[in-house]
């Protein structure tokens, strides 16, 4: 059975297709969440206050709160409104604005309880208004929060809270957003809400909104039509369905509510409240925006790699902009060819080497940036979720035939990513995320195998290639005699073009990388740690490898205990270095 379509998928779609030609329309219960009261509510507070200063008469602020239309008909002077009120309590300007500041603007206690504050509601909206698929809202509440949001977001609305305003407004489709207060502003003695006051509006109010109901489509969010007359009125009057209307389900629940419904052919929208509805409606867009965004140049993803990186509410930006391009390198991996007709030859084997190099070219160049600039390491776990991603993509399942080359070859990419962003850390003094990454990633050697292996053996160079077939590539004039190691040196060396601009100072940096890795490896079951240009007939101070004098050197300088952490303390590592040089020492080959 077929499942009807979502209608905040319809309204996304529709909004995300037409920029500008939607309105929201919003009534208290938007601003009742946030714990603003209604007008009513304020009237009926002071009718409350007003009876209980009243002498010899216990019972006036229960008579007043219950019924404030009736107590006021008896005891008060002049017809009951929000106006008539504060005139009465407040002979000055002054003294009004202190009377409604406890209603509408938060106390210490309040704000740290997020109340009187833009709800997410009122910051999802200013957001869509900010991307310009919402260019005016209509509001029945006369607090600001809808102005407080907008502005917090960078967007200065027009903000319309008298009808005799409307006259000198700059056009709807001419203003970046226009904030419309049919109520008016809870600083403004003209605010509306007695039901005399709203069952008909000024003429002024009544042509913008036929203006508005003709030409954009609505989003009705918090208002149940049941006081609101003129509004009602004015809706009812404009028979446009030009766009569609669209109505929390749990405000349309009125029998005036669903009349409107019917008579324009709206769509009630199920959903739990207005911040519900509004952030469902503001993620689908954000799910549209990057199904229709083109393909980021490597530039343009690095600059917003840099904005996203310091700013603590763009986690989930960086998140999604760092995994979107790592899908990509997936989607190469796993198009590179499994099996082929005939013997594999060396030149299909550089050609996959060197599609796997291209294919990481976008993300190595984010993960160098963004470990380069994480130094403290907040975004680590982002960091080890790419490692796991590219290792995992690298298994396949069993298929009738593949080639042991070609089935390796895959996990080149995950390599890269492990050497770019250890090379990173490393050199920005944060030998811990090497650590993290080769000891805290895992992966199976292959499907079905039962236990789980570090990404320090997963990743080992024999895990990777033959050296024999590295050493036979049409690329290579000479025969190396570390071929694995000459291999990524040199091609990841362009990655790094604008961090380590000296060649001399990469390849130094490479080789510390193969060390260090090499050191976890001996700690991790399987093969010892991997042989490289770094134990080289010219890579040793006497009988000790200069990589371990570099690792030494940057201990001492600042004072990490990253390593002997590592291995369990200073003594500990002191007899794992001496150790690993006798490893090393057989891997000595002169050319």
Not at 37 to 58: I, K, S
Not at 179 to 188: Q, R
């Amino acid at each position: 059975m077929a499942v009807p379509l979502s209608p905040v998928v319809a309204l996304a779609t529709s909004m995300q297709a037409q920029p500008g030609v939607y309105a929201v329309l919003l009534g208290s219960g938007v601003s009742t969440a946030a714990g603003i009261p209604t007008g009513w509510g304020v009237v009926r507070e002071l009718v409350r206050r007003v009876a209980a200063a009243t002498p010899d008469d216990d019972d006036a602020p229960q008579l007043a709160w219950e019924d404030p239309a009736d107590w006021w008909a008896e005891h008060g002077q002049g017809e009951l409104g929000y106006a008539t009120l504060l005139e009465q309590l407040g002979p000055t300007a002054a003294a009004r604005q202190g009377l409604l500041a406890a209603f509408f603007e938060p106390s210490y206690e309040e704000r740290e309880e997020g109340l009187k504050q833009p709800t997410k509601a009122h910051i999802a909206i200013a957001e869509l208004v900010k991307r310009g698929y919402v260019r005016v809202v209509i509001t029945t509440n006369f607090d600001r929060l809808m102005e407080q949001a907008l502005e917090a977001v960078g967007v200065s609305p027009q903000v319309i809270a008298r009808p005799e305003a409307v006259n000198g407004m700059a056009p709807l489709a001419h203003a970046p957003a226009t904030v419309i207060k049919l109520h008016g502003d809870y600083k403004d003695l003209g605010t509306r809400n007695t039901p005399e006051e709203l069952g008909a509006y000024p003429e002024e109010w009544t042509r913008l909104l036929a203006q508005v109901f003709d030409e954009y489509g609505v989003v009705i969010a918090g208002w149940s039509a049941e006081w609101d007359d003129a509004l009602v009125a004015a809706i009812e009057s404009t028979p446009s369905r030009r766009y569609p209307l669209y109505w929390d389900g749990r405000s349309s629940r009125g029998e005036t509510a669903q009349r409107i419904l019917a008579g324009r052919a709206g769509l009630p929208i199920p959903t739990a409240s207005a911040d519900d509805l509004f952030t469902e409606l503001l993620g689908s867009l954000d799910a549209l925006e990057r199904l229709a965004d083109p393909p980021l140049s490597t530039a343009m993803a690095v600059a917003r790699l840099k904005r996203y990186l310091p700013d603590p509410v763009r986690r989930i930006d960086l998140h999604d902009l760092v995994m979107r391009t790592v899908d990509e390198v997936v989607g190469e991996i796993a198009a590179q060819p499994m099996n082929v007709t005939g013997q594999v030859t060396f030149e299909l084997l550089q050609s996959t080497y060197e599609a796997h190099f291209r294919a990481m070219n976008q993300l190595a160049a984010l993960l160098i940036t963004g470990v380069w600039h994480d130094d403290s390491g907040v975004h680590d776990r982002l960091w080890l979720d790419v490692l796991q991603r590219l290792t995992d993509a690298a298994l396949i399942l069993p298929t009738s035939a593949f080639n042991d080359a070609l089935l390796k070859a895959r996990r080149f990419p995950a390599f890269i990513a492990l050497a770019v962003m250890g090379v990173a850390g490393m050199r920005r003094g944060r030998d811990e995320l090497l650590i993290k990454l080769a000891t805290q990633v895992e992966g199976r050697d292959r499907i079905g195998a039962d236990e789980l292996m570090q990404a320090a053996q997963l990743l080992h160079y024999r895990r990777l290639a033959d050296p024999d077939w590295i050493k036979k590539l049409p690329r290579w004039e000479s025969q190396w005699l570390y071929p694995s190691s000459h291999l990524f040196v040199t091609d990841l060396r362009v990655y790094f073009a604008d961090f380590i601009p000296v060649d001399e100072d990469f390849v130094q940096a490479y080789r510390d990388f193969e060390y260090r890795l090499g050191l976890i490896q001996e700690r991790t079951r399987g093969y010892h740690a991997i042989d490289g240009e770094y134990v080289g007939e010219w890579a040793w101070d006497g009988d000790v490898p200069r990589t371990e004098n570099a690792l030494r050197r940057e201990l001492a300088r600042s004072g990490s205990d990253v390593w002997s952490d590592y291995y369990g303390g200073t003594d500990e590592l002191e007899e794992a270095l001496i150790a690993h040089r006798e490893v090393l020492v057989r891997y000595q080959r002169w050319g």
